[in-house]
Every structure is written in C-alpha cells, then in structure tokens.
C-alpha cells in the first residue's frame, strides 16, 4: 500500500533540510549566547577560584596562580581565547581537579556512568510506562488503572531525591547500595558485572518514577482518546479482534502525540539528575557539576553548561523532524516551533 | 439538563421573589467552586495548604521552643522518647518540631514570592509580546530561547554559586528562572484572544490596545494563568528544597525542609532516622497538596479537559 509520505514531492525534502541548516545555525548562536552570558556572569562576581575562604593563599601566590591559570587577562580577551579553543573542541583544563586534565577529557571519562544510569532508566521508564499506561486505559477506572494513576501521581509530584531518602531509610547503606565506594565507572556497552550490577538497582529505581509517571498518564491519555474514535467503533463493528485494533488502530494513532511529549526527556535523563547522584554517590555529570560549582571550576561549568545546552537544543530538533515525518500532516518547517 | 439552568434572565424575572432562588443564575466562579468543593482529592490538597499556611504565619506562636534554641544535652535525640521534645531533635539539639515548623514558613515564603514575582514580570511581557508582535516579540522570544537552552535548576544552582546562599537570593535566583513560563502561557493566550471577533468588535468601538489587552483579552486568559500560577508554587517549594538539599540553598540558622533532608541523608540515616523522615514526609504532603489543588482548579475550571 502506498502511504501518503512515500510520495513525498522533491520539494519537501529541500524545505527539510533547509529547515534543519536554519535550526542549527539558531542553536549555535543559542549556545554562543549561552557561553557569553555564563563567562560574563562568571567572571563578573569578584573572587575567584583561588579566593575561595579556606584557602590561605599570599598576594605573590595568588598573583602566580592566576598567571597560570590564565586569569590574570582581562575578561574580554579570556573570553576570545576562550572561544578560539571552544571552535577547535578544547575547553581548556579543569582548576580543581588533580593533574589539571583537559574538560574535554573528564566528561569523557565522567559521561559514561550516567550515560549508563539514563539508558537504564529510559529502558524501564518507558518499558514499564507504556504497558502500563495502555492497560490503565483498556481497564479504565478498574483497581490497575488507580493503581497506575497513583504511582503516576507519586512519581511526578514527590521530588526525587524525597524518594530516594525514603529508599535509604528502608534499604540503608548496609547492602552497599548507596555506597560511594560501590561505584566504579563502568564503560558504555562495555563487559563485566557492572553493567548488570545491583548497584543500579535503587538509583534507576528511584530516578526511573516520574518519567514512567510521565510516560504512563500520557499513553493513558492518548490511548483512551484513540480508543473512543470513531475508527475504532468501525474496526470493531467489523468484528475485528481486540488485539489487532489495539496493535494496529490504537497503538498507532496514540503514538503521534507521544512522541513530541516523551522524546524531550530522553536528554534529561541522558544527562543526568543531581539529586540522584548526590544522594546515591554516582560519580556522573550531576555530581561533577555539583562539585565544580563549589569549586568555582570555570572551564569545567562552562564545558558541562555548553554540553548540556547542546544535548537539549539537538535532541529538541531531532523531536520535531520525527514529528514531521511519523504525521506528514504536521509540518513544522516553514514555522518557529512555539 | 432540562430544567431551570435554561430559562432566559427576562424570563427569570417574571417569577415571584420567593422562586428566584431557584433560578438563580450561575456564574464561571459558582460552577468552578461547586466542581471544586466535590472533588475530595482538591479538599484534601487545600486542607493541607491552609495547615501549612496556618504554620507558616504563626509558627512563632506554636512552637515550643525559638527556632534557633540549641541545647547541646539532647543532640540526635531520637522521637518519641521525651515529652518535651516529642519529634526529637537535630544535630545540634535544636527541637525539631519548632524546627520542622519553621521549615513551612520557609517553604511557603519561597513558593508564594517566586512566582509572585515571576508572574508579575512574565503577564506583562508575554502580553505585550503576544500583542503587538513584531521586533518587541521577535526579542522575548529569543531571550527565552536563551534561558530554555540550560536546564532550569541547573542555571539556578549556577547562578546561586554567584550570589552566595540565604532567602533573598534563593528567591531571585528562582525568579529569574521562573518568569519564563508565564511569558509563554500570557503570549500564547493573546496570540489566539488577538484575532477574536470580539477584539475586532471592541477596536471598531474605538477601545485602546491597552483597554483591550486588560478589560478584553486578560479576563479570558485568567483561568489558564491562575492553573499555571498554582502549580508554580510546588515547583518554586521544590527548587528551594532542592537547592538547600544540595547545600546550596538556605542558610543556617534559618530551618529549611530540603536543607533537613540533606542534612539527615547520611550514613546514620538508619539510626536517626527521624532526622530525614519527618521533613521528606512534609515535603511530600506539600507536593501533593498543591498539585492536588492545581488539578482540581483545572478540572473545576475547564471540565471539557477532564477525563
């Protein structure tokens, strides 16, 4: 059978791609405004990494550690600088971290675990959030759908680190879970017991709640609006069996909106929540972040900030030409998505 | 329905005093109070705001002890053991009833001041933006492409970083964060409310840009605004407790419930346990009730939005 967007004329294709050239070159100035801003205000405030209370430096030791730092420039031309290394992927190296390794580097080494920590939440938020919000709407108002509606409400309403504490008070630190030492930094895809460890038992089960919250209210919502369609009425008037409807008439209808819903906390959870890691010691992004903000690490915030705008700005794009092309009636180029 | 709800006002008029009551007419505010009032999850969510908001403004009057009280002879004591402290204390013996007390009133000041403000900056501008379009739009909208592109808790904590920790500062640096969200809703509302039939009919009167956006367009996207504006509250209490979870947020020795929490997550937990239960219970039952309360006012506003 051929669908309406196999059809798709030349020009369309033209008016996509140009679309995606126009959104890219917005999310560069996005994130330059971005990097301006976070620099500015960084160096704005007065003191410095090395001004930091408890260290007792001399005037002669901070003047020679800004020097080798770089932070004895004005700000303007360490901005420039700044930029010159940013075009060619360098960062600069971190202030605060023991041998002064490159940011680049560190988030490479450091990415990894919650690289690792997201993938599994994707995989159970959405594994169990999508079954669970089509039952919900199958059996609607029965004791499953109460059920589902209420661990929706938990997850999306009570913050997650509230969770996590609660899963320590029960689990405590005795089984090693919450444990720093427990923590390796395992490699993506990489082989071994970490990747299947039941170190990532609490820490995916606490983060994994409010998308699968998430996930669960909204396949509730759009399956049961597809399912009260008039499509669905004839398909059964038919006499189709329930599970071919479901598969081919519900499931496929309730997708679409979906997808534009669900698709923006795919770089949320690849990059990391703070509390999680905070609380369960996961040595990811988060906890970096965390840990360079109190150190006043400028190069290491910069690099995280600028990789994190970057993710989202992307993944945000990559939403919208699937939009485009799982409904061929929606058409967002042409038009700034609202 | 059949019945009195569809007789005409002149009609309404005609019948004795004595059968007005039964006529009497009802209003957007009526239904919403009536829809809301039998929603048993939205009571339940306003019950625990009046009780919070009751401890908030009076906790100086019903707590045992000055929230800044440390008596080094009860140290972690631990709940339920002596009558004068019933939920134990902290880590410096401070009584953590009046502790956890204090905590509401820190709660509520950041979650009603955050978007109080960010209301009052966000109305205006997304009003204005929606409004008159052009380059004063074309502005705003990148300025919030701008703060869209970091993760808003994030921008927070980075910004809190610069400005040092306490009240004050978590306010503005929620604030700065948070007037985006009502830019957004106010522009979208007078986007759609600009092309009305009834804007058309009020300029042809002769009606000023500024009479419109506030007598015509305003009234109708107050509902939208004032859903919004309610779940904004349990994001700004969140934040703070987020930001003071993670060290960042209030400062000593003002009680925070986040701060609490961070504070009792540690490798005691299991030991004084009351340190970190009793304020995650508090944060949770806030959550809740707030959102309960938004969710009802959206159902009792909008019922074609229910399920």
Known sequence: ??????????????????????????????????????????????????????????????????????????????????????????????????????VTELIARVWPTTLHLGLYTIIVSFGLGIPMGVVAA????????????????LGLTVPNFIIATWLLLVFGFQNGWGAESKWIIPPLFGQGPALLSWDYFLPVLTYALAPLGLVARYTRASVSDALSADYVRTARSKGLSERFIMVRHVMRNALIPMVTVLLPQVPNLLTGSLFIEVVY????????????????????????????????????????????????????????NA | ????????????????????????????????????????????????????????VFADFITPYPYDQADFSVVNLLPFRDPAHILGADGVGRDYLTRL????????????SVPLFAFAIGVPLGAISGFRGGRVDFVVQRIVDIMTAVPPLLFALFLLSLTGSGVGNVIFVLSVTAWIEPTRLTRAQFLTFREKE???SARAMGASDFRIALQHILPNALTPLLVSFTFAVPAAIFAEAGLSFLGLGITEPTASWGKMVGGGVGNYIRVYYHLALFPTLL???????FSFVGDGLQEALDPSRSQ
């Open chain 1, 1 to 102: 059978m051929l669908r309406p967007y196999d059809r798709k004329p030349y020009g369309i294709q033209l008016l996509m791609t140009g679309y995606i050239l126009q959104r890219l070159v917005s999310l560069f100035f996005v994130l330059l405004i971005v990097s301006a801003i976070v620099f500015v205000l960084m160096n704005l405030v007065p003191g410095g990494p090395f001004t930091l209370g408890e260290r007792g430096y001399s005037e002669v030791e901070l003047a020679n550690l800004n020097r080798k730092y770089g932070l004895d420039v004005p700000v303007p031309q360490r901005y420039v600088n700044f930029l010159i290394g940013a075009v060619q992927l360098d960062f600069g190296n971190s202030f605060s971290v023991a041998g002064r390794p490159p």
């Open chain 1, 138 to 153: 199958y059996y609607r108002n029965s004791w499953i759908d109460n059920f589902v509606t209420f661990t929706a409400t």
């Open chain 1, 281 to 336: 010691g996961v040595p990811g992004l988060g906890k970096f972040f965390i840990t360079s903000i109190f150190n006043r690490d400028y190069p290491m915030i910069m690099g995280l900030v600028l990789l994190i705008a970057a993710f989202w700005g992307l993944t945000y794009l990559v939403t919208d030409i699937l939009y485009t092309l799982i409904d061929p009636r929606v058409r967002v180029f042409g038009r700034r």
């Open chain 2, 1 to 56: 329905m059949a019945g009195p709800e569809i007789i005409a006002e002149a009609d309404y008029l005609n019948h004795p005093v004595s059968l007005r009551a039964q006529y009497k007419q009802r209003s957007l505010w009526g239904d919403a109070m009536r829809r809301f009032s039998r929603n048993r999850l939205a009571m339940f969510g306003l019950g625990v705001l009046l009780l919070l908001l009751f401890l908030a």
């Open chain 2, 101 to 112: 007390i204090y905590g509401a009133r820190t709660s509520m000041l950041v979650g009603l």
């Open chain 2, 198 to 200: 009834f804007v058309a």
């Open chain 2, 283 to 289: 944060v949770a039952l806030t959550m809740l009730g």
